[in-house]
Structure formats: structure tokens, C-alpha cells
Nanobody
Framework: QLQASGGGLVQAGGSLRLSCAASGRTLSSYSVGWFRQIAGKEREFVAAIRRNGGSTHYATSVKGRFTISRDNAKNTVYLQMSSLKPEDTAVYHC???????????????????WGQGTQVTVSS
């Protein structure tokens, strides 16, 4: 089971850190991704960190502002979000996939397990 937390209300230009904690699974055995969704729209890829080697990948819209990382000792993956913009407002979900290849890292359909979302609201 995955548990996402850390969302909230922040002003534009501010920062938030989201956490994705796992219970019953060892997250280091999975590639982990963050996706976001606005009501009525499809889930959008934000960032991912791969199982093997820990390479990181970002959507163009967040590159340079967001950083994904893991703490294996805490069985948690983080998404540090800085220089937030109103367009970053969404529900953020974390997901884990066991056998993701690089070309699938941004595809929500390829992930096996999902946590509930955490709301991020950025005010202008």
C-alpha cells in the first residue's frame, strides 16, 4: 500500500515536499512515479525514479523545479517541489511499478500500485 502526503495550499513561488510511503512493500524494488490530475482531465506524468540505478526523469513542465528522490531506510520516495506555479495545482498521486522500462516510465498504465492522492493548491 502506498500513502501520499504533504500536499497543501502554498503561494506561487513557494515550495512543498510530497512523500510517498510504502507499507507491505519495499519501495527500492520498484520504480516510483508521481502523477497529477485535475478534475475532468487525464492523469499527467510529473516525475519518476527508476528501480535499477535510480535514474530520474521529469516532465518538461517541472524540470528544474521539482526533484524526486528516495530514502530506502524510510521506505519513502519524495517529490520536492519549488518555484510552484498556479498551474501546478492538482491532486498528486504516487505509483510503483516493478518492471518498468525507460520508454514506459511516463505511462500511468504501466504502474502496478497506486496511492491515494494529495491535493496541492498554488495560489497566485
Amino acid at each position: 500500500q502506498l500513502q501520499a502526503s504533504g500536499g497543501g495550499l502554498v503561494q506561487a513561488g513557494g515550495s512543498l515536499r510530497l512523500s510517498c510511503a510504502a507499507s507491505g512493500r519495499t519501495l527500492s524494488s520498484y520504480s516510483v512515479g508521481w502523477f497529477r490530475q485535475i478534475a475532468g482531465k487525464e492523469r499527467e506524468f510529473v516525475a519518476a525514479i527508476r528501480r535499477n540505478g535510480g535514474s530520474t526523469h521529469y516532465a518538461t513542465s517541472v524540470k528544474g523545479r521539482f526533484t524526486i528522490s528516495r530514502d530506502n531506510a524510510k521506505n519513502t520516495v519524495y517529490l520536492q517541489m519549488s518555484s510552484l506555479k498556479p498551474e501546478d495545482t492538482a491532486v498528486y498521486h504516487c505509483a510503483a511499478g516493478a518492471n518498468l522500462i525507460l520508454s514506459s516510465i511516463a505511462s500511468a498504465l504501466r504502474y502496478d500500485y497506486w496511492g491515494q492522492g494529495t491535493q496541492v493548491t498554488v495560489s497566485s
